[in-house]
């Protein structure tokens, strides 16, 4: 039966040997009854009581040094170069051979030693005094015979005088202090020596006696813990050693899902337990992800890599869904033309496809100082190249400016088709190229002529991403193909995904990937059996469409276009060079109209003076001068002031006056005859300017 007496930690780890490793320990009871922490290195160390410990290897540290008289204690590094000398037994050895056995075995400096005998001994007919000193020179061993130690007498006068003694022989034997000196190194390599008490041969130093003790390092391994713990020997804490009663104890080691990817293939299948389930289920919106919790059972059935893609749904009117998908997916694929929402959009379509053809959804206003052309819906062009353009107004600081843009041309609408090859090469040397600037925002889409039906594993070969496709046929290996029912997907994105295909016992033909890189759990592999009959081969089938959530898109993207340069914005405006360039474009166009417009009165635009007309004015403005073209005008009649009463007891005449300027001449707006050809209804306003006139001059010869 084995010896379950509890020892200290420290005194049952120096007794062992490293050849009879390993060792399980129970802890049982010491200083912490309840558990025991320690900060060991950073790293905690937690022994409860009943924790089973299996050491698989010891290392030295240090001696601690314990002084017997006071109990004080101190720790030396073992390298430590101080020497020590033993200190003599008080009591004395009953057999010369108990004497010998605590001599070290194996160095050079432990012969000779004295020792004397308190009684008279006689050897051969030979007699040794009491007192008498005698001094091992050797061990003698010979078969048949009994052992005997080889001495020399101190004290004799014939130095040659020598004793055989058997270690058998019975007295008082008392050893003498010797001369032998001896390192830590020394001392920890014999277990003779560690039981012995020793003093500083430098007395300065310390002159009582110690205590040696071996401080090791263990390297144990517990249940449910990953890696080898590493904890000193000196915790105080008592242990039992349960190797015999616990040899069939399986400690279990957590592994991580990457730990799982480095199992050999003889590995798998395999069924293993749930020790931690995953970390977070934010990324994850698939069937399975719900049944692995802690303490279940999954099946592994192999290891690999999945070449993948990740899908979304477009954004609409309901919420947007994204899928990671195996490139093993049996649909078929049609592709669907893009939308882009910006030049940069086409900008950046346009790096990975050359040449790419492009409608217009939505009319674009032209904003000639920004640069800004006029689009028209329908309109079709093709991406020539991406160069820098001028501004027609310069920046804030007075200078021209340029911006990138993309030079596109604008394609022609194909005709009946009854036109000769001459033709249409002369409308290839005449197609309109436009700059749009990658700020400029827009609404377009993909000109496509394709109508092939695609594998997903071919579209990445032949095509560059995003792509916007279309499932035209479902994958029929798969119960539900969720995506069958979207009007259109785009393919984000393409990598090579480490996966672990796994299923549960109760439906072990059902399988799914598990993308390790993305889920985040502990297992342990179990001795179970699989949950089907031996020597039969299982068909699996394998989920190929796994639903995520927008937080593992955004952390693709993350990845992805870490180093992407953000879209550029608009220039700078200079709001002076904006109006003259907005007052050279209008004196253009009004240049364009002929010669009518140059006689046109400035009526629409509004002026300071009739900013300025109110109902509350406190001082009657001056009446307009007569016209020279009128031959009744009266005579001229001056300003009156007002007193205050005047002012607040004569009725109030609303926009009874307009004055009006003229670099020229200054003439009563009424006699101007209304453009009747202008495009404006000027008429309207010049019958009520005349009305406000005639009162005007009405109210001045009232005066």
Not at 577 to 600: F, L, V
């Amino acid at each position: 039966m084995a010896d379950t007496t509890a020892l200290p930690l420290q005194q049952l780890i120096a007794s062992l040997d490293n050849t009879c490793l390993p060792k399980i320990l129970q802890v049982c009871s010491g200083v912490y009854f309840q558990g025991s922490i320690y900060e060991i290195s950073g790293s905690e160390v937690c022994f409860s009581t009943g924790d089973l410990i299996k050491v698989i290897g010891t290392e030295l540290l240090s001696v601690c040094c314990e002084d017997i008289d006071n109990n004080d204690k101190f720790e030396l590094p073992i390298n430590h170069t101080g020497l020590f000398k033993v200190v003599p037994e008080e009591m004395p050895y009953n057999t010369v051979e108990e004497m010998v056995s605590l001599r070290p075995v194996g160095l050079d400096s432990c012969l000779p030693f004295t020792f004397t005998s308190r009684s008279k001994m006689t050897f051969d007919n030979f007699t040794v005094g009491a007192g008498t000193a005698l001094t091992v020179l050797s061990i003698e061993r010979h078969t048949g015979q009994e052992d005997q130690v080889r001495c020399q007498v101190q004290g004799q006068q014939e130095a040659s005088a020598e004793v055989h003694i058997p270690l058998s022989s019975h007295g008082e034997f008392i050893e003498c202090e010797s001369v032998e000196r001896f390192t830590l190194q020394e001392i920890m390599s014999s277990p003779c020596l560690r039981s012995r008490k020793f003093r500083f041969v430098n007395t300065t130093k310390c002159e009582k006696t110690l205590v040696l003790t071996p401080i090791y390092q263990v390297h144990a391994i517990m249940h449910l813990r990953k890696n080898i713990l590493k904890f000193p020997s000196s915790l105080e804490v008592d242990v039992v050693d349960v190797t015999e009663l616990c040899k069939d104890v399986n400690f279990v080691t957590p592994l991580s899902l990457t730990e799982v990817l480095s199992k050999p293939e003889d590995s798998f299948p395999a069924v293993v337990e749930i020790l931690e389930g995953p970390e977070t289920r934010s990324l994850f919106k698939c069937s399975w992800l719900p049944q692995i919790k802690q303490n279940s059972h999954v099946v592994f059935h192999k290891v690999g890599t999945s070449a993948m893609v990740l899908l979304s749904s477009l954004k609409g009117r309901k919420t947007q869904q994204y899928f990671l998908v195996s490139q093993q997916y049996g649909g078929r694929f049609r592709r669907r033309p893009r939308e882009f929402n910006s030049v940069y959009e086409l900008y950046v379509a346009s790096i990975q496809a050359p040449g790419l053809k492009f409608g217009v959804t939505r009319n674009c206003d032209e904003v000639e100082e920004e640069g800004l052309p006029a689009l028209s819906v329908g309109e079709q062009l093709e991406i020539v190249r991406c160069e820098r353009m001028e501004l027609p107004c310069g920046s804030s600081t007075g200078q021209k400016q340029s911006v990138e843009a993309l030079l596109c041309q604008r394609l022609q609408e194909a005709d009946d088709g009854d036109e000769d090859d001459d033709d249409e090469e002369e409308r290839e040397d005449e197609k309109e190229e436009i700059f749009l600037p990658l700020y400029m925002q827009g609404h377009f889409v993909e000109v496509l002529t394709d109508n092939k039906k695609y594998k997903l594993r071919d579209l990445g070969k032949e095509f560059n991403l995003p792509l916007d496709v279309k499932v035209v046929s479902r994958d029929t290996e798969l119960e539900t193909d969720p995506l069958a029912g979207f009007a259109c997907l785009r393919i984000e994105g393409a990598m090579l995904e480490p996966t672990i295909q796994a299923s549960f016992p109760n439906k072990p033909d059902h399988c799914f990937e598990i993308p390790t890189q993305w889920l985040s759990m502990s297992v342990s592999f179990t001795r179970d059996p699989l949950p089907w009959p031996s020597g039969e081969p299982l068909k699996l089938h394998v989920d190929r469409v796994t639903e995520v959530t927008d937080t593992f898109f955004y952390e693709y993207r993350k990845q992805g276009n870490s180093d992407a340069a953000p879209p550029p914005r608009p220039p700078k405006r200079n709001l002076s060079s904006i109006k003259s360039c907005k007052k050279a474009s209008k004196s253009t166009k009004k240049s364009s109209k002929g010669d009518k417009s140059k006689h046109r009165p400035d009526k629409s635009t509004p002026t300071k003076e009739l900013a300025n007309l109110t109902l509350n004015t406190k001082k009657r403005p001056p009446a307009p001068p007569p016209p020279a073209i009128l031959d009744d005008q009266p005579p001229p009649i001056a300003p009156r002031k007002h007193s205050a009463a005047e002012v607040t007891t004569g009725k109030a005449l609303p926009n009874t006056y307009v004055e009006r300027e003229d670099p020229k001449k200054k003439v009563l707006v009424c006699e101007v005859e209304a453009d009747v050809d202008s495009d404006h209804d000027y008429e309207t306003v010049d019958d009520n300017l005349v009305t406000m006139m005639k009162a005007a001059q009405e109210n001045v010869m009232f005066y």
